[in-house]
């Protein structure tokens, strides 16, 4: 079985300054994605990026880019240029990399993240 | 392209009553998931359908929880008798099915908040 942990229930930051969220996972998988989902207030859960294991780029998209460690199981979030936007839970998440239709994603406890003006 | 669509938004029942959530998946979309997601927690997978079969249910309390997916669409989900510890927030998500890294995003809805008084 998969686990996530995530260390740090909240944080804060100011505007436009750059955070990293923490992300480690347990697994005997070799081939697997990783992903980072938002849930604001409104609580839709919007996915924020991703990473296939197999890859050692580290993806971006934006602001926003991981730190795959894929040795150490770490998958951190770094938000730079924070915007008031970004206030929200922040999940990580992980699922096997599957043929066979079981693609059950695994969540950590999430980390709220608060942008201060 | 439209998302994943649930309802209701808000529902109050009192403990031992039946309730029902709907979920439609985005168009195309072969893959269904229920997640319960209690507060302060990430989402637990209760249930997830490959069209209209099921592909994993093994979280999913069999004797007071029930899903179907008849025509490999839209998806019911249903709580009868509920608990007070059945409050939480019922995400639906779906995904395409297939290899890709793209085909392996779970999308959700907007999610059911459930109360159990």
């Known amino acids: 079985a998969q686990t996530v942990t995530q260390s740090q229930p909240e944080m804060s930051v100011q505007e436009a300054e750059t955070v990293t969220l923490s992300c480690t996972y347990d697994?005997?998988?070799?081939?697997?994605?990783l992903f980072w989902y938002k849930q604001p207030p409104s609580r839709q859960m919007i996915l924020v990026i991703r990473q296939e294991a197999y890859k050692q780029q580290n993806a971006t998209e934006n602001r926003f880019s991981v730190n795959f460690q894929k040795a150490a199981k770490s998958f951190s979030l770094k938000i730079s240029d924070s915007q008031l936007g970004d206030t929200a839970m922040y999940f990580c998440?992980?699922?096997?990399?599957?043929?066979?239709?079981?693609?059950?994603?695994?969540f950590g406890t999430g980390t709220r993240l608060t942008i201060i003006p | 392209e439209a998302g994943v669509a649930q309802s209701p938004r808000y529902k109050i029942i009192e403990k031992r009553q039946s309730v029902a959530f709907w979920c439609n998946p985005i168009?195309?979309?072969?893959?269904l998931y229920w997640y319960q997601q209690i507060l302060g927690q990430g989402p637990k997978l209760l249930i997830q359908?490959?069209?209209?079969?099921?592909?994993?249910d093994s979280q999913l309390p069999k004797d007071r929880f029930s899903a179907e997916r008849l025509k490999g669409v839209d998806s019911t989900l249903k709580i009868q008798p509920a608990k007070l510890e059945d409050s939480a927030v019922y995400l639906c998500?779906?995904?395409?099915?297939?290899?890709?890294?793209?085909?392996?995003?779970?999308?959700f809805g907007p999610g059911t908040r459930l109360l159990v008084l």
């Open positions: 697994t005997s998988e070799s081939n697997y994605y």
């Open positions: 998440a992980f699922r096997p990399r599957s043929n066979f239709g079981n693609e059950k994603l695994t």
């Open positions: 168009s195309g979309h072969a893959t």
């Open positions: 998500a779906s995904s395409p099915r297939g290899g890709l890294a793209t085909q392996e995003t779970q999308y």
């Open positions: 359908f490959q069209n209209n079969g099921v592909v994993d």
